[in-house]
């Protein structure tokens, strides 16, 4: 691969150090969208020269996705050994981040790819879905932070009027790993553990597969 890097190196005129940085950014984040501060030129320089980061990560063992029209990119690991497991709570918000998304995006409520929301809904959906008590204020920001870290959401400004109402932007990167069989499993989940609801973790395809333990 370092003999590929001198070659796009030279090719382009940029530094070989733009093409480093921009392959740990994505390794350690993801994904990198075009709308986020300090990820845009990660994703343009992913954009740019697909045929590079493309062969870089394969040998890696992972899949380059990128999506000019949302202008996201980043990776998803291609063996099921590279994920790491998800708790049951991250997991389950997982599902309902992605049931919020597909109900803005069918009323026409996104901008660039992104919807808007705020934790009460959230963490309201939640309770309304999979019927569990929602978990203390640490844990939660615990599980966005998480979720923050590889570009499923974007956390805003608490409201003026609640500060403990958090603006939270969910991106695109949501519909990438959480399947339409989870979604249908969402729907039918009843409130006990998923392993007694006999949830796979085959449906996740993103490095994060849910381990079904309780808190």
């Known amino acids: 691969m370092l003999r590929e890097l001198k070659k796009v190196v030279e090719e382009s005129g940029k530094?070989?150090?733009?093409?480093?940085?921009?392959?740990n950014f994505v390794i350690a984040n993801q994904f990198a969208s075009?709308?986020?501060?300090?990820?845009?030129?990660?994703?343009?320089?992913?954009?740019s020269y697909?045929?590079?980061?493309?062969?870089?990560?394969?040998?890696l063992g992972m899949k380059l996705y990128i999506n000019e029209n949302e202008r996201l990119a980043g990776v998803l690991p291609i063996q099921k050994e590279a994920f790491v497991r998800l708790k049951t709570d991250e997991t389950l918000f997982l599902l309902v981040l992605r049931q919020i998304y597909e109900e803005k995006i069918e009323n026409f409520e996104v901008d660039n790819g992104f919807?808007?929301?705020?934790?009460?809904?959230?963490?309201?959906?939640f309770v309304q879905l999979v019927k569990r008590e929602i978990p203390n204020e640490t844990?939660?920001?615990?599980i966005l932070a998480l979720f923050s870290r590889h570009g499923i959401v974007i956390r805003g400004k608490s409201y003026e009027e609640d500060s403990k109402n958090q603006m939270i932007n969910i991106t695109p990167v949501v519909r990438l790993i959480v399947t339409e069989a989870y979604l249908r499993q969402l729907e039918s989940f009843n409130g006990t553990d998923p392993e007694e609801d006999d949830v796979s973790d085959s449906d996740i395809e993103t490095e994060a597969t849910p381990e079904t333990t309780q808190d």
């Not at 075009?34 to 954009?47: D, I, P, T, V, W």
């Not at 697909?50 to 040998?59: G, H, I, V």
């Open 115 to 125: 919807v808007a929301t705020n934790t009460h809904t959230i963490l309201d959906r």
């Open 15 to 23: 530094d070989a150090q733009e093409f480093q940085q921009t392959a």
């Open 139 to 142: 844990r939660f920001k615990d």
């Open 50 to 59: 697909q045929e590079y980061f493309d062969r870089l990560f394969d040998a």
């Open 34 to 47: 075009a709308y986020k501060h300090g990820q845009r030129k990660h994703y343009l320089l992913l954009e």
